[in-house]
């Protein structure tokens, strides 16, 4: 746009052409000197970082109460009712 500005030649395109190079100064500054801008970034860098780790929680305890309780296992080998002893008992004379 510089460009086509400056060969327009009209005041218009002149003073499109001084605003742009005056932003890009203003950009060229803040980025070559360490100031409030960085500082804000670190800080936006920081705070992201923090609600990624409280977001992965949030999931993983959702995750968690989603998923289906184990089915409770049986147990193996061989089990005496608890009765079974007193039946045995009155068959005996």
Not at 6 to 24: C, D, E, Q, Y
Not at 25 to 34: E, K, M, Y
Not at 38 to 52: H, I, N, S
């Amino acid at each position: 746009m510089a460009m086509l500005s400056s060969v327009l030649r009209s005041p218009t395109a002149v003073s499109v052409n001084i605003a742009i190079m005056r932003t890009f100064g203003r950009l060229r500054r803040r980025l070559a000197t360490p100031g409030e801008l960085v500082q804000q970034l670190t800080g936006l860098a920081e705070t992201v970082k923090l609600q990624d780790h409280q977001i992965k929680a949030i999931s993983d305890v959702l995750q968690r109460m989603l998923e289906r309780p184990p089915a409770p296992r049986r147990q193996m080998g061989f089990h005496v009712a608890p009765d079974a002893d007193d039946l045995d008992r009155d068959d005996e004379p």
